[in-house]
C-alpha cells in the first residue's frame, strides 16, 4: 500500500505515477462533497414550525408502507396524518391516522450528537378506514392482541361506514388502542432539522433553491421493540412543504391530503434491479448506536463480487474521520422477496476486509485489542491500512470473517432520473443480519449510482485526503473522550 496519503500534494503524486487512477470521478467527487459538509447546516435547537412532508412511499420495518404529512404550529402543538398503505407504490390506502399533540424540546442529545431530545404528549389519534377490507384486517389485529384499556373500539360485526373517524387513543378518556396497531410517536424524542441549497436543474436558471429536511427517530426493526425504543438514529427525512426538491410530485399530493382524502401516488415504471456498478451514499449517514458514515459499493455483475467501503466519523457531518472499513465478497442471484414487495432478496458473503484507523483514540483502541483478534498486535497507526483477514476480522469493531448476511435490496430512479440503491436497514440492536429469518424488512437511506460499469480504484484512502486544506490530516481530530468510551462500549455490545 502506498504511503503518500497524508499529504494531499504528495498524494497527487503517486496517483500520477500509478496510471491510470480508475475510479470514475463522478464517486470520488460526491464522496470528496459529503466530506465537505455537503454545505448543510443544523441550527441548533431546531426550527419545527410548519408543514413537512414524505417525499415519496416510505417503507417501515413490518414492512409497512406509508407517507407522513407533519404540522407543527408556533404554540408547540403538533398535528400529524399517517397515511398507510396495501402496496409499495403507496397508491392504495389502507388507513389513515390523525395524531394529535404537543411537542416540548429538550436538550441537545448526547447520545446522537447533533439531534435534539424531546418530550411529546398525546391529545388524540383517530383512524379512518379506507376500505371494508382495511377494517376487518385491523380489527383483527386489535382483536388478537386484545390490550386493557381498549374496549369498545371497533365491536365485532361492525360494517364499514366510509369517512367515518373512530378514536384509538384518546387522553381524555384513557383509550388506548394504538398498541395493536403497533404504533407509538416516539420518533418525535429526537429530532433534527437540516438545511441545504440544491442547484437548480435547468441550465437557464442560476442560482439555488433552499431545501429543509426534518429527521425524526427512527423506528425499531424488531416489532415487539418498536413501542418502548427510544430512538437514536433517524428515518428517512420529511422535507418543509415549502422548502423541497424539486421536482417532487409526491410532495405536493401529500401536501394536499387529509385523513379523508389519503395521497395516492403517481404510478411509476418499477425499473428490473441493475446493481452492477458503482454506489454512492447520498448524505452523511447516522446508524442507531452512533455511528456516523458514508458508504461506497462496487458490484461486479460479471463475476459476482462486492466491494464496500464504509467510512466512519465521529461527528454528524462526516468531517472527521474515525476508521475505514474495506470489505469484498461475493453475493448470490436475487429473487423477488414475497414479504417486501418490491425488494429484492440476495445473500451476502464477506470473505476478505480491511481496516484503516483516522485518527489516534481508533488506533489506540486497535492496538490495545487481544493479540490475534483484530490484525497484528500494536502495528496500527493512523492513515495506515491493515488486512484482517488473517486473524478471522477484527473482534474490537464486531467484524467476523467469513460472514454471511442476508439482504433485502431495490433499486429506484428518482425525479431526476437518477438510479437509487437502497440496501436493507441494520438490525437495530445492532446485530448482523446472519440468518434468513433477519432479514431486513425496510432499508437504509439510498445510495445514488456513479459510475454505471464496474470499476476499481487502489488508493481508497486518498479521497479522505484529496479535499483537505490541511496537511496534517487527521492529526487534527480529536473526539471527545466520552464519545470514544462509548464508542468502545456500543462496539462491544453491538457485537457479542
Ligand atoms: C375475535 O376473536 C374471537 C375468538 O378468536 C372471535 O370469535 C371473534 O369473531 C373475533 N372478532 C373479530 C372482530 O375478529
Ligand atoms: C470480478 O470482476 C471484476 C471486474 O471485472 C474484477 O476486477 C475482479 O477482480 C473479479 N473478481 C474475481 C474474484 O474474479
Ligand atoms: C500503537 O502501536 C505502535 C507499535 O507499538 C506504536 O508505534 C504506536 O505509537 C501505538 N499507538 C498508540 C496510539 O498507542
Ligand atoms: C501541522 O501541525 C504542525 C504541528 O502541530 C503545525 O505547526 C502546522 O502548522 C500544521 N500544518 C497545517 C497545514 O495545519
Known amino acids: 500500500?502506498?504511503?503518500?496519503?497524508?499529504?494531499?500534494?504528495?498524494?497527487?503524486?503517486?496517483?500520477?505515477?500509478?496510471?491510470?487512477?480508475?475510479?470514475?470521478?463522478?464517486?470520488?467527487?460526491?464522496?470528496?462533497?459529503?466530506?465537505?459538509?455537503?454545505?448543510?447546516?443544523?441550527?441548533?435547537?431546531?426550527?419545527?414550525?410548519?408543514?413537512?412532508?414524505?417525499?415519496?412511499c416510505e417503507v417501515r420495518p413490518g414492512p409497512e408502507f406509508l407517507t407522513r404529512s407533519y404540522l407543527f404550529y408556533a404554540n408547540r402543538l403538533f398535528k400529524a396524518?399517517?397515511?398507510?398503505?396495501?402496496?409499495?407504490?403507496?397508491?392504495?390506502?389502507?388507513?389513515?391516522?390523525?395524531?394529535?399533540?404537543?411537542?416540548?424540546?429538550?436538550?441537545?442529545?448526547w447520545i446522537t450528537r447533533g439531534a435534539t431530545e424531546a418530550d411529546y404528549h398525546l391529545h388524540k389519534v383517530?383512524?379512518?378506514?379506507?376500505?371494508?377490507?382495511?377494517?376487518?384486517?385491523?380489527?383483527?389485529?386489535?382483536?388478537?392482541?386484545?390490550?386493557?384499556?381498549?374496549?369498545?373500539?371497533?365491536?365485532p360485526g361492525r360494517t364499514w361506514a366510509p369517512g367515518a373517524l373512530y378514536?384509538?387513543?384518546?387522553?381524555?378518556?384513557?383509550?388506548?388502542?394504538?398498541?395493536?396497531?403497533?404504533?407509538?410517536?416516539?420518533?418525535?424524542?429526537?429530532?433534527?432539522?437540516?438545511?441545504?441549497?440544491?442547484?437548480?436543474?435547468?441550465?437557464?436558471?442560476?442560482?439555488?433553491?433552499?431545501?429543509?429536511?426534518?429527521?425524526?427517530?427512527?423506528?425499531?426493526?424488531?416489532?415487539?421493540?418498536?413501542?418502548?425504543?427510544?430512538?437514536?438514529?433517524?428515518?428517512?427525512?420529511?422535507?418543509?412543504?415549502v422548502h423541497h426538491v424539486h421536482?417532487?410530485?409526491?410532495?405536493?399530493?401529500?401536501?394536499?391530503?387529509?385523513?379523508?382524502?389519503?395521497?395516492?401516488?403517481?404510478?411509476r415504471a418499477e425499473p428490473p434491479m441493475q446493481l452492477s456498478g458503482s454506489w454512492v451514499s447520498t448524505h452523511c449517514e447516522v446508524r442507531p448506536a452512533v455511528l456516523f458514515l458514508t458508504r461506497y459499493f462496487i458490484f461486479h455483475g460479471n463475476n459476482h463480487t462486492w466491494e464496500g467501503y464504509y467510512y466512519h466519523y465521529s461527528d454528524p457531518l462526516c468531517k472527521q474521520p474515525t476508521f475505514t472499513i474495506y470489505a469484498s465478497g461475493r453475493y448470490t442471484q436475487g429473487v423477488p422477496s414475497s414479504k417486501v414487495r418490491g425488494g429484492t432478496e440476495l445473500a451476502f458473503k464477506v470473505t476478505q476486509a480491511r481496516v484503516t484507523p483516522m485518527d489516534q483514540l481508533t488506533v489506540m483502541m486497535l492496538n490495545s485489542s487481544e493479540p490475534g483478534s483484530c490484525g497484528l498486535t500494536n502495528s496500527w497507526s493512523a492513515g495506515v491500512e491493515q488486512d484482517i483477514t488473517p486473524t478471522n476480522g477484527?473482534?474490537?469493531?464486531?467484524?467476523?470473517?467469513?460472514?454471511?448476511?442476508?439482504?433485502?435490496?431495490?433499486?429506484?430512479?428518482?425525479?431526476?432520473?437518477?438510479?437509487?440503491?437502497?440496501?436493507?436497514?441494520?438490525?437495530?440492536?445492532?446485530?448482523?443480519?446472519?440468518?434468513?429469518d433477519k432479514r431486513p424488512t425496510s432499508y437504509q437511506a439510498p445510495l445514488i449510482q456513479c459510475a454505471g460499469a464496474p470499476e476499481e480504484f487502489s488508493n481508497y484512502v486518498s479521497l479522505k485526503y484529496l479535499g483537505e486544506e490541511d496537511a496534517n490530516g487527521s492529526e487534527a481530530l480529536k473526539p471527545l473522550p466520552v464519545a470514544f468510551l462509548l464508542f468502545i462500549a456500543l462496539q462491544f455490545l453491538r457485537w457479542d
Open 1 to 56: 500500500m502506498l504511503r503518500c496519503w497524508w499529504l494531499a500534494g504528495l498524494l497527487l503524486a503517486c496517483a500520477a505515477a500509478e496510471p491510470p487512477l480508475r475510479w470514475e470521478p463522478r464517486c470520488r467527487q460526491q464522496l470528496r462533497h459529503l466530506q465537505d459538509g455537503a454545505r448543510i447546516a443544523a441550527r441548533l435547537p431546531p426550527r419545527l414550525e410548519g408543514h413537512w412532508v414524505s417525499t415519496g
Open 81 to 109: 396524518y399517517q397515511f398507510y398503505y396495501w402496496d409499495p407504490s403507496c397508491r392504495e390506502p389502507l388507513y389513515s391516522l390523525v395524531i394529535k399533540g404537543k411537542l416540548r424540546l429538550r436538550q441537545a442529545s
Open 126 to 155: 383517530g383512524i379512518v378506514f379506507h376500505s371494508q377490507k382495511a377494517m376487518r384486517e385491523v380489527a383483527s389485529w386489535i382483536n388478537q392482541t386484545s390490550s386493557e384499556g381498549c374496549s369498545g373500539f371497533l365491536p
Open 167 to 241: 378514536e384509538l387513543l384518546s387522553a381524555k378518556s384513557e383509550r388506548d388502542c394504538t398498541a395493536a396497531l403497533g404504533f407509538a410517536m416516539h420518533e418525535l424524542s429526537l429530532v433534527r432539522v437540516e438545511k441545504h441549497y440544491q442547484p437548480l436543474l435547468e441550465p437557464q436558471q442560476s442560482g439555488s433553491q433552499l431545501v429543509e429536511e426534518l429527521y425524526l427517530g427512527d423506528i425499531h426493526t424488531d416489532w415487539l421493540e418498536r413501542l418502548h425504543y427510544r430512538p437514536t438514529g433517524y428515518q428517512r427525512p420529511l422535507q418543509n412543504a
Open 247 to 267: 421536482p417532487c410530485p409526491a410532495c405536493g399530493i401529500i401536501y394536499r391530503a387529509d385523513e379523508h382524502h389519503p395521497p395516492i401516488l403517481p404510478a
Open 394 to 436: 477484527c473482534l474490537a469493531l464486531g467484524i467476523k470473517l467469513p460472514h454471511t448476511e442476508y439482504e433485502l435490496f431495490k433499486t429506484e430512479h428518482d425525479t431526476r432520473d437518477r438510479s437509487l440503491l437502497y440496501v436493507g436497514e441494520r438490525p437495530t440492536d445492532g446485530s448482523s443480519p446472519d440468518r434468513p
